[in-house]
């Protein structure tokens, strides 16, 4: 099969590289959705280089919806049948002084140009009707061996931007693949310049890592590089990568996050400190420091449900599937976990004259420990017993 009939290009994509060849400028799809669709996957989104300037490509759209992404970097966004579709202008980058952005940016009437300033082979190609693909950097041979390189000098390319180093590794890990070797070595010598890089970045990047159907062995070669730890801060087990590992697809965020962190210092402050969410960070914290139940029956688990609003999350970190299936199965029940599902409350209490105010909070923590231990005992008659018996019990 020729190369070029390995890219599908949806309609809504040929009538926006159409408008622009038509007004007499090149047009390529590049980056992601053309090494996806090499790798025989779909696109999540696709972006087109082209040789227009921005205000040449305002003019080519100027009947269509555009969104000025990125005008002063030559990024306009289009929307082709409510797709969006970015858009940018060849380019040049000048020096990257804050080790992250280009001090300056200047257009190119070349492919080549814009090829060559890209972060890896793999994302390096570019495909139109009239070329096929296009590849100047051995980015196919490199998917075919499944293997992660930096676009020439991998030292450069570091160094122009350090979030490059942990996008190596997070590609490694949804791909499937492996760093090829100078450009790890590379990452590894350059490492240090990963604290010219946002909390925020890094916190994108490490949890894109995480996500990705491959995380252990990347996670792995960034523990042995000591990449990990210096960007969380706290050294990571071996055995909790191994844990992530047998998490299922399907898994949050947060118990991959909690996995991650189990058994380390202060899992919550690591946390803060890639200015994640605070629901991202409550639940994580909690998965990471919960203690797993010891027993796992029907008593256990709904007192552990009770405890732990991430209960059958935390119990994805146990190897006992039959654990996580029983809870399942209690669970099914609804049985009552917290005050609010109790089938008297503090007003009943009160009217009863059974507690004052002060004793209602004291009384209704007995209520819910009583119908966890026996769900059947959550009735109001039932309730108002125990209640009473408890204040004579306090007499």
């Known amino acids: 099969?020729?190369?070029?009939?390995?890219?599908?290009?949806?309609?809504?994509?040929?009538?926006?590289?159409?408008?622009?060849t038509d007004a007499g400028h090149a047009a390529f799809a590049v980056g992601g959705a053309v090494r996806d669709c090499l790798l025989g996957r779909e696109p999540?989104?696709?972006?087109?280089t082209t040789s227009?300037?921005?205000?040449?490509?305002?003019?080519?759209?100027?009947?269509?919806?555009?969104?000025?992404?990125?005008?002063?970097?030559?990024?306009?966004t289009v929307l082709s049948d409510g797709n969006p579709i970015e858009i940018t202008t060849f380019r040049v980058d000048g020096g990257y002084s804050d080790g992250r952005h280009p001090d300056a940016v200047s257009f190119s009437r070349r492919l080549d140009d814009d090829l060559s300033r890209?972060?890896?082979t793999v994302n390096a190609l570019a495909w139109s009707r009239e070329t096929g693909i296009v590849d100047l950097f051995g980015g196919?041979?490199?998917?075919?061996?499944?293997?992660?390189?930096?676009?020439?000098?991998?030292?450069?390319?570091?160094?122009?931007?350090?979030?490059?180093?942990?996008?190596?590794?997070?590609?490694?890990?949804?791909?499937?693949?492996?760093?090829?070797n100078e450009t790890l070595c590379a990452a590894v010598r350059l490492k240090d310049r990963l604290s010219l890089i946002s909390a925020e970045r890094i916190a994108s990047e490490l949890c894109g890592l995480l996500c990705a159907p491959h995380p252990a062995p990347a996670l792995t070669q960034m523990k042995d590089a000591g990449i990990l730890s210096l960007?969380?801060?706290v050294e990571i087990p071996n055995e909790n990568i191994s844990l992530i590992s047998r998490l299922?697809?399907?898994?949050?965020?947060?118990?991959?996050?909690?996995?991650?962190?189990?058994?380390?210092?202060e899992p919550q402050k690591t946390l803060k400190g890639l200015?994640?969410?605070?629901k991202i960070i409550s639940d994580a914290t909690e998965i990471s420091t919960a203690q797993l139940p010891a027993k796992h029956s029907d008593r256990a688990l709904r007192r552990f449900a009770s405890r732990y609003a991430t209960a059958r999350e935390i119990l994805l970190l146990c190897e006992d599937e039959s654990a996580l299936a029983h809870f399942d199965s209690v669970m099914a029940q609804s049985p009552p976990l917290s005050i609010s599902q109790l089938a008297v409350g503090g007003r009943e209490l009160s009217d009863a004259g059974i507690a004052q105010s002060k004793e209602l909070g004291e009384v209704l923590a007995v209520l819910l420990d009583t119908v966890i231990d026996d769900p059947c005992k959550n009735t109001a008659d039932a309730l108002l017993a125990t209640a009473r018996k408890y204040m004579e019990s306090k007499k």
Do not use: Q
């Open 275 to 278: 200015k994640l969410s605070n």
């Open 248 to 265: 299922p697809d399907t898994a949050r965020l947060e118990v991959r996050l909690g996995a991650l962190l189990r058994g380390t210092a």
């Open 44 to 48: 999540h989104d696709y972006d087109l």
């Open 140 to 180: 196919i041979a490199d998917l075919r061996a499944g293997v992660i390189r930096a676009v020439g000098e991998p030292t450069l390319r570091f160094t122009e931007d350090a979030l490059r180093i942990l996008r190596a590794f997070r590609f490694a890990a949804r791909l499937g693949f492996s760093i090829e």
């Open 231 to 233: 960007v969380l801060g």
């Open 52 to 76: 227009a300037t921005p205000d040449e490509m305002a003019a080519v759209f100027s009947d269509m919806r555009t969104i000025p992404t990125g005008i002063a970097h030559g990024t306009l």
């Open 118 to 120: 890209r972060d890896f």
């Open 1 to 20: 099969m020729r190369n070029e009939e390995l890219f599908v290009c949806p309609p809504y994509l040929e009538r926006v590289m159409t408008r622009l």
